[in-house]
């Protein structure tokens, strides 16, 4: 008899991010976090390294790329210690880029889907038909 599949939702835009299971209810939040650092059930992502920038960058990007690394390195370590077995991202498409870019080939490997699409705003209840 093997193990149910463990599988975390992400959903992510350029100022906030949540990670979501699905339950026999529909879908839970497990964590959610926003580029301010502040978390909720969750170490703080950013670990303070930063990126190289172009010069006369747009400093929204910058936050909006700095949030997805953020998020791309709580996947990998999630993946790392074995919290999660397959992935699923939907997030704004400058978002989805720069979490794809920063997943380790452990993560990528992990990643079932992604959807270039920003469900953040959508309550938990609305998300289940969004990943059937």
């Given at each position: 008899?093997?193990?149910?599949?463990?599988?975390?939702?992400?959903?992510?835009?350029?100022?906030?991010?949540?990670?979501?299971?699905?339950?026999?209810?529909?879908?839970?939040?497990?964590?959610s976090f926003d580029a301010s650092g502040k978390?909720?059930?969750?170490?703080?992502?950013?670990?303070?390294?930063?990126?190289?920038?172009?010069?006369?960058?747009?400093?929204?990007?910058?936050?909006?790329?700095?949030?997805?690394?953020?998020?791309?390195?709580?996947?990998?370590?999630?993946?790392?210690?074995?919290?999660?077995?397959?992935?699923?991202?939907?997030?704004?498409?400058?978002?989805?880029?720069?979490?794809?870019?920063g997943l380790s080939k452990e993560a990528a490997?992990?990643?079932?889907?992604?959807?270039?699409?920003?469900?953040?705003?959508?309550?938990d209840a609305e998300l289940a038909s969004h990943?059937?």
């Amino acid at each position: 008899m093997s193990k149910p599949t463990n599988t975390w939702y992400v959903v992510a835009d350029g100022g906030k991010a949540r990670i979501l299971t699905k339950t026999d209810d529909g879908m839970r939040t497990l964590r959610s976090f926003d580029a301010s650092g502040k978390a909720n059930d969750v170490e703080n992502a950013d670990s303070g390294t930063s990126q190289l920038k172009a010069p006369k960058a747009d400093p929204k990007d910058q936050a909006e790329s700095h949030f997805a690394k953020a998020i791309a390195d709580h996947l990998n370590e999630a993946i790392r210690r074995h919290q999660t077995d397959n992935l699923v991202i939907a997030a704004a498409p400058q978002v989805l880029h720069g979490i794809r870019e920063g997943l380790s080939k452990e993560a990528a490997a992990k990643v079932e889907t992604t959807m270039s699409k920003d469900y953040t705003n959508l309550p938990d209840a609305e998300l289940a038909s969004h990943f059937a």
